[in-house]
Structure formats: C-alpha cells, structure tokens
C-alpha cells in the first residue's frame, strides 16, 4: 500500500538522460524549403532556390541516419535499454531508406526542367508529412523506452 504520490525527477541525471535529450536536432530548414516552393515558380531562380533549400535538408537526414543506426548509435542504446521495442527501430530504420529514397527523387525532380512545379509541391508535402510522422514516431519510441514503468504496483 503506497503512502504518498511517487515523486519523479523532473529532469533525468546525465547518465540516463534519454538519447534524444542530446540527439539529432531536425534535418535542415523544413519550413525554408517549404517556403522555397511556395514562391511563384516564375520567379527568377525559382528552382535554384528550391535546390539550394533542399541540399541542406538532405544533408541533415543523413546525418539523422547516421546518429540513429549502426552499432554505436541511437537505436542501438534504445535497444539496449528497452528490446521490446525492436520492432520500433526496425519500422523507424525502413522508414529512413523510403525518406533518403524519396529526398532522392525530390532533388532529381527539382533538376529537370520539364517538371511543374505542382507536381513538385505534391512531392515535397509528401516529403514534409513522410518526415513529420517518421519524427513523431521516434519521439514516440524513445518515450517508451525511457519513460514507460512496465513495473505494476499492487
């Protein structure tokens, strides 16, 4: 029989501090590219502009992917801390080749001329909701692994 409220440290010690609290930040300036593309494609260096947003945001998930796998990185010490979860980072790790995949086709698109630009706009909210999701899902495998108490009180 408890005797009071349980009292949780507000902030974890370094130690144990979960790996997102000193992770990756988000890949680039999202909302820059997405400004990029809603400019009017007839202005001048339109696509130039787009190009030049876009580098920064693929330079930033390869980054994220590198922080995340491999067997020094932010899934392994998930999985260490929590197995359970080992579906999570394998549905988060898949999700990493179809965004890579897809920035891929997205720089590839924005380089042909004969590309609209709506068809380009499509691609990039594709692309923006693909990633907003793929980051809600890491936020919420990593609350899991560092915030969940499986233990029960009886």
């Not at 899934?75 to 394998?90: D, F, K, N, S, T």
Request: proline fraction near 11%; glycine fraction near 8%.
């Amino acid at each position: 029989m408890a005797t009071g409220p349980i009292q949780q440290p507000s902030v974890a010690p370094p130690a144990v501090r979960p790996p997102a609290a000193r992770g990756p930040s988000p890949p680039g300036d999202l909302p820059a590219l997405a400004r990029a593309l809603a400019v009017p494609p007839g202005e001048p260096r339109w696509r130039e502009r787009v190009i030049v947003h876009l580098a920064p945001v693929r330079r930033g998930f390869a980054e994220h992917v590198r922080i995340t796998e491999g067997p020094a990185g932010l899934y392994a010490e998930v999985l260490a801390q929590a197995p359970r979860l080992h579906r999570g980072v394998r549905l988060l790790t898949r999700e990493h080749a179809a965004i890579v995949a897809a920035l891929a086709d997205l720089q590839r698109a924005v380089e042909r001329p004969g590309v609209c630009a709506e068809e380009l706009r499509r691609r990039t909210d594709d692309l923006l909701r693909a990633l907003s999701r793929h980051r809600q899902r890491g936020a919420d495998l990593l609350w899991q692994a560092y915030q969940t108490d499986l233990g029960g009180e009886t």
